[in-house]
C-alpha cells in the first residue's frame, strides 16, 4: 500500500523475513483496487524493478483477513473467537519492533516498517533487487547524463508537498518548513565545493515561487507535461535521486529510498530531525545513524 516508497519498506521486510524462514513471501496488492485515484494517484509499482514477487490470490487473502480484528461491538464474539493478532499482524508504532522478525510461518503483516533495521542483513539484495527492469524512458537518460556532468558536486533536493498538504496528512506527517532546506543547503555549501541542486518535487511551481536560491539549479521534476512520455514516471525520478552523490530529503519514504540507494561511500545526507508533526509519533529508528538531522 501507498506509494513507491511505502511499497519498497514492505517488500524489503518481506524479503528479509522470506530470507530467515527460508518460506515464500506473497504480496497482498488488493489496496490498489480500492484506492481513490482521483485525489492523489498511487500505483503498484515494485513490478518496474528486478525484483522476485509472488502476488497473493484473493482466496489465499481471505483465509488469512479472518483473523483481523474488527471494530465494534458486535463483532465481540468475531475478535474473542476467531481473531488472532499473532497470525494477522499490524505495526504497532512507527519505531523498530524486532519481534516483526521472529514471526512464524503462515503470517499476514500490514504495515509500513520503516526501518532499515527490518531488512539490514539482505541489505544488498536489496540493492540489487532495486534497480529499473525495462527500458528507460529518454528522459531518464537525459537527467542521468546531466546529473554525472557534475560528479561529487551533484546534491538533490526532495520537496514532498501534494498530499502531504492535505490537513488529515499535514496534521499527521507536516510539510517541512522552508527553514529546513535553507539549513541544509547551507551546509552543503561548506562541504561542497560549488555544489549543483538538483530539485525533486510534485509541486514545481510552488518551489519556483518560494525556495530562493542564488546558486546553479536544475529541476529534474516537470511543470509543464505536453504527454505521459515527456514526464519522469515516480520510480525513475526515485532512481535519479540516488545517483545524485549526496542528498536533501523530505521526511519522506520516497526521498528516503533515493539516499539509501546512493552508493556514494562519501556522500551527505541530511534529513528533518522532526520526520512527524504528531509528537506521539517517533522517527528515531527512520534515518540512519550516519545521516545528519536537522
Not at 551546509?187 to 565545493?193: G, P
Request: hydrophobic letters at 35%; a positive charge.
Amino acid at each position: 500500500m501507498g506509494g513507491v516508497g511505502n511499497q519498497m519498506f514492505q517488500y524489503a521486510l518481506g524479503k528479509n523475513l522470506s530470507f530467515l524462514k527460508n518460506v515464500d513471501v506473497k504480496f497482498d496488492i488488493t489496496w490498489f483496487d480500492k484506492f481513490e485515484k482521483d485525489t492523489v494517484p498511487r500505483y503498484y509499482s515494485l513490478q518496474e524493478f528486478n525484483i522476485t514477487e509472488k502476488i497473493a490470490t484473493k482466496k489465499e487473502i481471505g483465509k488469512m483477513e479472518k483473523y483481523k480484528k474488527i471494530n465494534g461491538r458486535r463483532n465481540f464474539l468475531h475478535n474473542f473467537f476467531i481473531a488472532n493478532d499473532s497470525i494477522y499482524v499490524r505495526e504497532r508504532s512507527t519505531n523498530f519492533d524486532k519481534r516483526i522478525l521472529e514471526v512464524k510461518d503462515n503470517t499476514y503483516l500490514y504495515g509500513y516498517w520503516q526501518s532499515e533495521k527490518y531488512f539490514k542483513n539482505v541489505r544488498d539484495i536489496v540493492r540489487k533487487e532495486f534497480v529499473l527492469k525495462n527500458k528507460p524512458s529518454n528522459n531518464f537518460k537525459e537527467s542521468i547524463k546531466l546529473i554525472n556532468e557534475f560528479d561529487n558536486n551533484s546534491v538533490s533536493i526532495h520537496i514532498r508537498r501534494g498530499d502531504y498538504t492535505l490537513n488529515k496528512i499535514k496534521k499527521t506527517i507536516g510539510l517541512c518548513p522552508l527553514d529546513y532546506y535553507y539549513k541544509a543547503i547551507k551546509f552543503i555549501k561548506k562541504n561542497i565545493k560549488n555544489p549543483m541542486f538538483f530539485i525533486f518535487t510534485d509541486d514545481v511551481e510552488w518551489v519556483k515561487k518560494n525556495l530562493r536560491i542564488n546558486d546553479s539549479i536544475k529541476f529534474i521534476s516537470r511543470s509543464k507535461v505536453i504527454s505521459t512520455e515527456s514526464k519522469n514516471k515516480d520510480y525513475e525520478e526515485l532512481i535519479l535521486m540516488s545517483r545524485c552523490k549526496n542528498n536533501i530529503i523530505a521526511n519522506s519514504s520516497f526521498g528516503w529510498w533515493g539516499a539509501w540507494l546512493n552508493n556514494n561511500p562519501n556522500k551527505i545526507v541530511i534529513t528533518p530531525k522532526q520526520w512527524f508533526k504528531k509528537q506521539t509519533m517517533n522517527s528515531d529508528d527512520i534515518p540512519l545513524k550516519s545521516w545528519l538531522r536537522i
